[in-house]
Each structure stands twice: as C-alpha cells, then as structure tokens.
DNA sequence: AGCAAGATCGGT
DNA sequence: CCGATCTTGCTG
C-alpha cells in the first residue's frame, strides 16, 4: 500500500549520511481522514554525547531517552513554552543521534511546520517504519544540497556551533 | 522546592 | 532586539 514508505536500514546509518538524504523525501502526517504529504526542505543534524549541541551531551534523561533507540524513532520535546520539534532517530542503539526538520515545503521553521501538522508530544517514539500516522515516503531531490550551521546552539561554543551539519536544499 | 535556560517566532 | 511561555534537569 505504502511501497515508498521508508524502512528502518535507511535511518540506521549515521546520522551524517542521513541528514542531508532526508531531503527531497516526504513526511506524512495522517489527519483525521485526509493526508498531509510534505518535501523536507532543510534538516539539521545532531550526533551523540560528545556533540555539545546535541540533547544527549549529558548522558539519558527522561526526555531523550529515545534518541538511544536504533534509528526510526520519532523525537519530539517542547521548547520555549511553545513549540514542538520534530526529529527523526538515526544510527545504531545506544548511539544518540537526531535530525532535526527544520523546515518543509510551504512552512518553514521548525516550530511552523509542527503546529501546522499537527504534531505534539503524542508523537514522542512513533515507528516511523510502522506507524499508522507519520511515516516517511521516497522523493526526488530536486535542486541541489547546500550546507551551513546549525541554528540556534551558540551555547555549544566554537567548534559545534560551527560544524556545517545543517543541509538545505537550493 | 526553586530556578535558569532553551535545536523559536513574531512584533518593535 | 525583546518578550512570550512552560518543560526539563540541575541544585540544594
């Protein structure tokens, strides 16, 4: 039914592979009766305790203990009294890595895109390859991959802050 | 129990 | 640039 839904060996691969091939791709959010089907558009990518940016700098915690879960797994947690995002589990068990969707055709912003889809900490640890609600479908890439920093992590000093693992399309 | 900070956004 | 708004995790 789903033929192009994507399966977990493509989001259990590092973090840094899948990231900027999430592009192009669909997510898929079920609403009631109707389907919304949008292009990811911008991602950013955070990869495993050492990475300072990363939820997972301090080790498990309530909140993200799904992100060491092998990839596949939704990731979502509330920020700023207000808004949800939106992250995909990547890698292998027992190495926290997350993307981040920053934004998707018609809405950008990571906060946008998750009031408008609809998604809430209802969401936390669906199966992407499994859910009967959000999943990701195949997509073409259309344009090309550019880079740049991730936004929003000064906290993390110099070096993180200026990994280029943000991946836009242009 | 209290508090500071935050992977944002929209209005000045 | 600044405030809104509230969960989380750390400190005591």
Redesign the pocket.
């Given at each position: 039914m789903n033929s192009a839904r994507l399966t977990g060996g493509f989001f259990t691969r590092d973090v840094l592979e899948v990231a900027p091939d999430l592009l192009g791709k669909n997510i898929v959010v079920k609403k009631k009766d109707a389907e919304a089907r949008c292009r990811i558009t911008e991602v950013?990518a955070?990869r495993g305790e050492d990475d300072l940016?990363?939820?997972?700098s301090?080790?498990k915690?309530?909140?993200?203990?799904i992100?060491y879960e092998h990839g596949g797994f939704i990731?979502v947690?509330?920020?700023?009294?207000?808004?949800w995002?939106l992250?995909v589990v990547t890698g292998p068990a027992a190495e926290p890595q997350?993307?981040?969707i920053?934004?998707v055709e018609g809405f950008?912003?990571?906060?946008?895109?998750?009031?408008e889809l609809g998604i809430d900490?209802s969401f936390y640890g669906e199966n992407l390859e499994k859910s009967a609600r959000i999943w990701v479908e195949e997509g073409p890439l259309q344009g090309s991959v550019a880079t740049g920093h991730?936004?929003?992590?000064?906290?993390?000093g110099e070096y993180w802050m200026t990994r280029p693992w943000r991946y836009f399309i242009v």
């Open positions: 950013e955070y940016a990363c939820h997972a301090k080790g915690t309530a909140r993200n203990y992100m990731y947690y509330f920020i700023y009294g207000m808004y995002m992250n997350a993307v981040l920053r934004a950008a912003g990571p906060g946008k895109l998750t009031r900490r991730r936004i929003g992590i000064d906290y993390a």
